[in-house]
């Protein structure tokens, strides 16, 4: 394992040396960076193996199950990684378990390059460095709604009359793909809609639910409207298969991942033609709300707090060295996300997240609970989405299944 | 009605060869015996005439029909197993009325059969258990029952008195005989034990490697065996069998010379039986220190060693005698069998 | 034996029983018997690339405190086996007297989260278990009756199903019946619907799950009934072949009759797998349609950003109760059995 990691460090060093300045570390100390498994941020952490030399010892565990042992593995002391790379959703466990430092002296001392916009402030202290951002956007074929005569769609209305116009002019039977698998996927398309109506999710100043209302069913109605232009097999869709369905010519709109965005653009890719096509926008509105309904999410990175000093300077040192404008001066990692770096001009792929922003869509809720309802969500709503009971029936459920799980946590009395 | 012909019967499996020229022509009503060692063929040939292996060659006639390539369940027999073969989970009614049932006899019949039967082997009190909770010889009484049920025309029986201890075995041998001379149905009978053999057989036939090595009544058999492979495992001790060489009617082998034989000069196996020679005084034919004295209750058997053959005579049973101590024997020319050495076959009288 | 002896003899499975099943088990009982503490909240403003907001966090410090002075946590008692994620005799309550029919109450009785897994746990365990014993009875006595020489070959590829991983043998599945896989777009022309889909339709899935669930357990009672084929008494065979017992005849009072005990055996074995099926959900991401007991401990453990320790503790009991009571009848039995043998 070490082995082979120092392999692969060895052959990073030799590429980045001769593409930009070395990685210089004031100090020893040892990084051990946790992570998704991305290809945006496998860019990042890349860079920041690198940094390993006379007394920097670099480590990296790239894992799509890195969410499950976060927890854990920053609890001992020393914590197993002194860098954590999360998002607004998984900084909350840390943060609720007092895991992670405020990195207020660390960027004084080293953060020259970071911008304002980067700093994840709570209660006034850096808890976290964000830098990349992510969110829903809407992906059109620009040539077939152009030949049937349809605008490029600004809400969810419009989606629903855009795929009956191509179902009914027989261009397509089910146009439309949103990632309804239950699970994750569909408790976050829930979320976005719900967003868009601008409801709040929880009683003010409580952990109890606030979603059992006219909002929440008529969030629920039309993601059901979307379901039935969708194909057979709608309930498992999720965003690694989506690209299959829209490579086949098989769906005209779909709602997906800016950091997916990339490989559905690109034109190298298995079928240019449709790649060349495929536009991007911001996520539509509905029920006549202004607010994109999606929510927004960063990348970034939290240092654990059971280090040495040593260990965290090292550590945040290597972070700033990958995240230096270096990183997006190569347009290929440029155009994998939506960087919030110092020195990135947006490319295509990134358009819809700022176009989200710009609308005015909000972020995804640091509140500690928020991921249970979420987790809830996405277990009861599926048998509405399937006709076998009412949306009513479902967001009681819903919220029933959230109570006692917030009641165990101890977040409800 | 139920004669039962086999005409050249041959079994083999690729070059091995378990039954060879089989030919014998069983009677209505016969109690016949196929007695051997293990592996001479005998049970091969049973099943050969219940249909459970196929016929290499030949034909096998039962009555008027030709059996060869009938199912067992269409010959019209039925076959006792030496593990019984009972079905566990029936009871031992249930177990009887089995052939009556898959054979679909009228339903209304089933009970008078299936009493009939059991009055037969006499498991009145037994009826309603499993074969679990019977013993040995019940088990087997039940599977008597069952062969008897639907009133075959051939009874065959792989030794059915092997798993049986031996006071079990004679009276279940006795029951046997019984069944059978009551019945009056044809049977053929597979052991190796030459004395249930000789007790239940109308006749005999002795195999060995396959082949049909003499087919005789009891007595003919015991009497006049056809070759020493016959001699040798009819009877008990076995017949005494000394190799020599016969000039001029005088047979002498080593330590025993037998004079007044009428047979052509040669090389010869001399034979006799223990119990038709006596201990002599003086003038017999065998004269040597004795090997071993054993007391078989009813009578003393003396033993000699001649050469390499093992002689044993039959004496009274108040008879003693050391080991080591000279003792005569005398074998007069009329108890003597003369058998050819290079064929084994006996030679005429 | 004197009962030092026995004691010597006994003591090293006894230590290794109290070590790897009493003491994991109590653990989980005690578990399930405790909840997180309350949490202590403040309000904070949060900003980041999306501007400011205020919203509640956990004081970790606090919470530091109640823990060290009580690390198990707040005791509960046995809240969380009646709370509505588990038992449920509250909402069970409410549905009793808001619905009219019985039909009524059930489906929404079955619609509860431990009662729907449940259901499905117990049709699949009843419906598979069976089927698993039948067909692998079948299939021993098609490969006992076919000549040696392809024998081996057929054994071999009738055991693939038990060699290949679940979780692979349920992907591999589940991309054949996506309604564009052969399976799936195969039934789509066969009845001329092309929304049919054997993923989204809940009965659907459950037959595939259930056709999946005898398809991998197959081999098993296949292997063990194959064993068992090469003991049955020769005799007791021919005999049925003598008495005029035609094949099936000779299979139903010879072979099955022998094989009997191997059938409980193995519904035993199948009883306990099946009651625990989780890797064809999850490899079907069938968990909108099924779910099973397993799967609520596993998204009770993975589903949030904090395990519910307490929920899943509770599920587990509440399963292990439920492999007790499925198994006892089959326990019973065998106990007559070696009684009446003894």
């Known amino acids: 394992m070490t082995k082979m990691l120092l392999s692969t460090t060895a052959v990073l060093i030799g590429l980045a040396g001769a593409a930009s300045a070395q990685c210089a570390i004031e100090g020893d100390g040892s990084v051990r960076i946790l992570a998704n498994d991305f290809q945006a941020l496998h860019a990042v952490v890349s860079r920041a193996a690198t940094c390993a030399g006379e007394g920097v010892e670099v480590t990296t565990n790239e894992t799509t199950e890195h969410k499950d042992i976060q927890v854990a593995a920053l609890s001992t002391s020393p914590a197993a990684y002194t860098i954590a790379v999360v998002a607004n959703g998984s900084l909350v466990p840390l943060l609720n378990e007092g ?41 059109y074929r620009a040539d077939l709604l152009d030949q049937n005569g349809i605008a490029v769609p600004a809400t969810y209305e419009d989606v629903i009359a855009a795929a009956k116009t191509l179902e009914e002019k027989g261009v397509m039977k089910t146009p439309l793909y949103a990632s309804f698998k239950p699970g994750w996927d569909l408790g976050e398309e829930f979320i976005n809609m719900y967003m868009g109506s601008g409801e709040p999710f929880f009683e003010d100043g409580t952990a109890k639910p606030a979603i059992d209302n006219d909002a929440g069913v008529a969030a629920l109605e039309m993601m059901k409207a979307l379901k039935d232009n969708m194909g057979p097999d709608v309930m498992t869709y999720n965003s690694n298969e989506a690209q299959p369905y829209w490579e086949n010519s098989e769906v005209a709109i779909m709602t997906g991942w800016g950091s997916r965005t990339a490989a559905f653009i690109d034109e190298n890719g298995a079928t240019p033609e449709i790649a060349k096509e495929t536009k991007i926008a911001a996520m539509p509105s509905w029920g006549g709300h202004d607010i994109p309904a999606t929510t927004l999410w960063w990348d970034g990175f939290a240092l654990a707090k059971n280090i040495s000093d040593e260990d965290a300077a090292a550590s945040f040192q290597a972070m700033m060295y990958a995240l230096s404008p270096d990183l997006v001066a190569d347009p290929e990692t440029a155009g994998l996300a939506a960087w919030l770096v110092n020195g990135y001009t947006p490319t295509p792929a990134s358009e819809g997240v700022f176009a989200n922003m710009k609308a005015g869509a909000k972020p995804y809720p640091m509140t500690p609970y928020m991921g249970m309802l979420h987790t809830a969500l996405g277990d009861n709503l599926a048998e509405f989405m399937q006709g076998q009971e009412t949306a009513e029936k479902a967001l009681e459920d819903t919220v029933a299944a959230y109570t006692t799980a917030a009641t165990e946590a101890g977040f409800i009395k | 009605m139920a004669r039962l012909n086999l005409k050249n019967v041959n079994k083999r499996w690729g070059n091995y060869v378990a039954v060879k020229d089989f030919d014998l022509d069983i009677a209505d009503q016969e109690f016949l015996v196929l007695l051997g060692p293990s592996g001479c063929g005998k049970s091969t040939t049973m099943r050969m005439i219940a249909g459970l292996e196929d016929v290499t060659e030949g034909e096998i006639w039962l009555g008027d029909r030709m059996v060869n390539d009938l199912e067992p369940k269409d010959r019209d027999i039925s076959m006792v197993f030496q593990s019984y073969g009972l079905y566990p989970n029936l009871t031992v009614y249930e177990n009887i009325r089995f052939p009556l049932r898959v054979r ?71 029951q046997i005989k019984n069944l059978q001379s009551k019945l009056k149905t044809t049977t053929v009978y597979v052991t190796h034990d030459q004395i249930e053999a000789m007790t239940l057989a109308d006749r005999v036939v002795v195999m060995n490697k396959g082949e049909i090595q003499q087919v005789g009544t009891p007595t003919q058999i015991y009497d006049h065996p056809a070759n020493t492979f016959v001699a040798s495992f009819i009877g008990s001790p076995a017949m005494n069998l000394i190799p020599g060489t016969l000039r001029g009617g005088t047979f002498t082998g080593d330590g025993i010379t037998v004079t007044g034989l009428t047979a052509p000069d040669g090389d010869m196996t001399l034979g006799f039986r223990a119990e038709d020679a006596e201990i002599t005084e003086s003038g017999g034919q065998i004269a040597a220190p004795v090997y071993a004295v054993e007391l078989l209750g009813e009578a003393s058997m003396i033993s000699w060693r001649l050469g390499d053959a093992l002689v044993s005579v039959k004496t009274a049973k108040d008879y003693r005698a050391e080991t080591g101590q000279m003792v005569e024997a005398s074998v007069p020319a009329a108890i003597c069998h003369l058998f050819d050495t290079q064929t084994g076959k006996a030679l005429p009288r | 034996m004197p009962h030092k002896t026995f004691l010597a003899f006994i003591l090293p499975s006894l230590l290794a029983m109290l070590l790897f099943v009493a003491l994991p088990i109590g653990s989980v009982v005690y578990q399930s018997l405790f909840i997180e503490h309350e949490q202590v909240m403040t309000e904070v403003e ?104 392809i024998k081996g070959p057929v054994i071999f590829f009738s055991l693939l199903p038990m060699i290949v991983t679940p979780l692979i043998g349920s992907l591999v599945l589940y991309w054949m019946i996506d309604s564009r896989g052969i399976i799936g777009a195969g039934l789509q022309a066969l009845f001329n619907n092309p929304s049919l889909s054997l993923k989204a339709s809940p009965t659907l899935t459950w037959i595939t799950l259930f056709v999946y669930g005898i398809w991998h357990n197959a081999p098993f009672a296949f292997v063990v009934f194959y064993a068992g084929l090469q003991g049955v008494p020769q005799d007791t065979m021919e005999s049925a072949m003598v008495d005029g017992a035609s094949r099936w005849e000779r299979i139903r009072f010879v072979t099955i009759p022998y094989l009997l005990p191997l059938a409980t055996f193995v519904a035993l074995m199948q009883l306990m797998d099946n009651f625990r099926v989780f890797e064809p959900i999850v490899g079907f991401s069938a968990e909108a349609n099924a779910t099973s007991l397993s799967y609520l401990i ?29 198994l006892t009848p089959v326990l019973i039995r065998t106990w007559r059995d070696f009684n009446r043998k003894a």
């Not at chain 3, 509250?90 to 449940?118: C, H």
């Open chain 3, 298 to 326: 596993y998204s009770d453990l993975r589903g949030a950003d904090t395990p519910l320790f307490a929920s899943a503790a509770a599920t587990s009991v509440l399963t292990t109760l439920g492999v007790i009571v499925l």
């Open chain 3, 46 to 149: 949060t900003c980041g690339p999306f501007g400011c907001t205020t919203e509640r966090k956990v004081d970790a410090a606090a919470m530091q405190e109640l823990r060290d002075a009580q690390p198990a946590g707040r005791f509960n008692g046995l809240g969380t086996y009646f709370n509505s994620g588990h038992l449920a005799f509250d909402r069970i309550g409410q549905i009793w007297t808001r619905s009219e029919t019985w039909g009524g109450f059930f489906n929404q009785v079955m619609n509860l989260p431990l009662y729907k897994a449940l259901i499905f746990t117990l049709a699949y365990t009843f419906i598979v278990t069976p089927c698993v014993i039948v067909l692998g009875f079948f299939i021993a006595l098609g490969v006992n009756a076919i000549p040696g020489l």
């Open chain 2, 104 to 174: 679909k006899v009228p339903k209304d019949k089933h009970d008078e059969m299936v009493m009939t039967a059991i009055r037969m082997v006499e498991l009145e009190q037994f009826m309603h258990r499993r074969p679990a909770e019977l013993s040995g010889g019940q088990r087997q009484r039940v599977a008597l029952g069952r062969a008897i049920v639907r009133k075959p025309t051939v009874f065959l029986m792989d030794e059915p008195l092997s798993n049986l201890d031996a006071k079990l075995r004679v009276s279940t041998r006795a």
């Open chain 1, 99 to 139: 895991l992670v430092q405020p990195m207020d002296d660390l960027v004084a001392k080293y953060g020259q390059n970071l911008q304002d916009s980067q700093l994840i402030r709570v209660d006034g202290k850096i808890m976290a460095i964000a830098f990349m951002a992510n969110s829903q956007m809407l992906h």
